[in-house]
């Protein structure tokens, strides 16, 4: 969509994941208290794996590891906010 030719996107299950990549983007996929194993065995040194978050309001808790990045609403129709883990 993007036309980013630098980017290979796979679509799948996060919990079958095998070997390590530089970035992983989960929506809907696992909650981050249990994301956070998955994340950590398989992203690269460097990487980043970027959790879908709420459109609601910030998260509350917030595991160990990830950080709340909020994207303001001129970036989309409204405020959303994200969970960041970089290796």
Known sequence: MLGLDNVDVEEGDV???TG?????VSRASLDPVRLSPVV?????????????????????????GWEVKEIPPDSLDR??????MRA
């Open 15 to 17: 919990a079958d994941l």
């Open 79 to 84: 405020s959303i906010w994200l969970l960041i």
């Open 40 to 64: 950590r065995n398989h992203l690269m040194p460097g990487g980043v794996a970027v959790a879908g978050g709420s459109w609601v309001s910030p998260p509350t808790e917030v595991p160990p």
């Open 20 to 24: 390590a990549t530089p970035m992983i």
